[in-house]
């Protein structure tokens, strides 16, 4: 069982279906163990599809990456608030310790079966992870929640039972409206990023969330036949959103939480995460091609920081004469552009090797140089403009030119993926 631990019971492949198989479907199910809990894992090469139970009320979706302190006491109460018979658990895996094998080890004494998916690439971060979940889940009602207990688990069943009863198609549970508190948010930073993201989502996507408050909030339900696993292109942890805005659920009902501390462990929340959501944002509003010039902007405008500092210290303050000063300096920000370029903006989208990505960009990068540095001549000596003053203009004159060709030339695969 790829990444679980092995467990006794026996395995069992399920007849193959005559339907395309899609990645999340190639499925072991193990026969229950004699303590009552099954384990079930996705393997390499077996082509079985799990049926999906029509009595099956809820699958409990839970992305996972590094949470094995986590894993004993979300199964413990979830256990404790859901009907067994009537619930399914199923883990998406991108860790790089051992939290696939604590997971197989607690589902041994689960009464709720337990499904265990570790993907060795965790395409599209949290929120791939949870499309994953969607297309592994077989209940009427999908619930996506966090491992670290920030997301109350008792709480699921309100989420469940509110969309029986208003007839809706997503359930939302929300920190702003009603009793819901962000008490689990550690200082008033987290708590500035996470209201400023939220009216950002709001004032971009209006229409799209006139009865949704926390468009942000990772705990979420949503009835299965709403949801279309193949119309979403998650980029980071915030799914919710690209679920609304692609899938566009009917009617949408909220349930107040508080939400929690975390239990165990460290928070996945990061600068280059907070990027990618900017890009994902930039993305669902404007369309892939537009978000991608958008995001190599403002990488551009990231590096004239250390374009022109370069430049100023060479020239200004080591004598320096200003056009080869102006050619170190652009290598230095033709490094920076390619770090930020690459790491953030393409991660995803990486035909070619690394050496031949940072010979192309540092070529594309330095190219421009054989009509920088006569224009910039031209600007300083002709016009009398000052040395820092021409370097902008002549570093702005060079950006569309580069991005289509990084655009088109470097980066290959998005062009599929778009």
Known sequence: MTGTARPTGRAVVDEPSRAPVSPGDRTVRLAPLPRGGRTRAVLPGQMGVRPRPATLRQSIVVPTF????????????????LPHSETEIVFVDDSTDDTPEVIAAAAQDSPIPITVYHRDEATGGLGGAVVEGLRLAAGEWIVVIDADLQHPPEVVPDLIAAGMRDGADLVVGTRYAGAGRTDGLADRYRKLVSRGSTMLVKTLFRS???QVSDPMSGLFAIRAS???PEELRPLGYKILLELVVRNRPGRIVEVPYVFQERNAGESKSSFAEGLRFLQHLGRLRFGAPRSRMLAFALIGVSGLLPNQATLFLLSHLLGVHYLPAAVVANMVAVLWNFALTDRLLYSEHRDRSFPSRFARFFLMGNADLLLRIPMLALLVDGAHLGVLAANLLTLVASFVVRFLIADKVIYLAHRRNS
Do not use: G, T
């Open 208 to 210: 799209y969330l006139l």
């Open 66 to 81: 590094n949470e094995r302190d986590n894993i004993h006491a979300l199964i413990a109460r979830l256990v404790a608030a």
């Open 226 to 228: 709403s949801v279309e």
